[in-house]
């Protein structure tokens, strides 16, 4: 489903720019930039053509890239409520908003710089218990001001680019892939989207906390 379609249903969502959403929620569709390489977080119906020949996925630098929006989904054979704030450690999965298939990794090894392959995998949304994510961050929540990182839940590599560059046919995106151990290119953060407002746990929690 396209971003735009989202816009459609009434009430339902919101598109905001500046951060005045504290906390990340589940349903929010959003770009994820490298902060270390200033890419966002892109897929597209091109597969590779070595490793699993998957669905590829890269950073790119546009801003205005519509293949750079994924959709911010409970783990596999889960539902999370659409508002619910995402927990920093807690999995999850994140469909690319135009093609269905979720972000994923597995044993083959990426095609530039020989670390682990990243790829978009299933499809309409299902995929396999491959497609969790670990959301690592400092606090109780994922902050659209923080920064984060996504640990492969079954193979516990990072989401990283390091910076390897394309040829043709995607000349010019750079290769996203998992690396073992954490570094400053395994960092993310939400950017452009559309953001579901947090429901009303959050706000319970924090009427708690006060008193």
Excluded at 133 to 161: A, I, Q
Excluded at 169 to 184: D, N, T
Aim: proline letters at 4%.
């Amino acid at each position: 489903m396209a971003v735009v379609s989202l816009l459609l249903f009434g009430g339902l969502w919101s598109a905001v720019g500046a951060s005045n959403l504290a906390v990340v929620t589940c349903g929010s569709v959003v770009k994820l930039l490298n902060t270390r390489h200033n890419v966002r977080l892109h897929s597209h119906d091109v597969r590779y053509g070595s490793g699993s020949g998957q669905q590829s996925v890269t950073g790119v630098t546009s801003v205005d890239d519509s293949n750079s929006y994924w959709r911010i989904r409970g783990k596999t054979s889960t539902v999370c409520e659409r508002g619910t704030p995402i927990k920093c450690g807690q999995p999850i999965r994140l469909t690319h908003v135009n093609t269905g298939r979720n972000l994923h990794s597995h044993h083959f090894t990426s095609p530039l710089s020989g670390n682990q392959e990243v790829s978009a995998f299933g499809e309409e949304g299902e995929g396999d218990y491959l497609d969790d994510w670990t959301v690592l961050c400092s606090g109780p929540y994922w902050v659209r001001d923080g920064e984060v990182r996504f640990k492969h839940s079954s193979t516990e590599v990072l989401l990283s680019v390091t910076g390897e560059q394309y040829g043709r046919p995607i000349s010019g995106q750079k290769e996203v892939h998992g690396m073992a151990q954490p570094s400053p290119n395994n960092y993310w953060k939400a950017m452009e989207g559309i953001f579901m407002k947090p429901s009303e746990l959050l706000k319970a929690e924090a009427h708690h906390a006060e008193l």
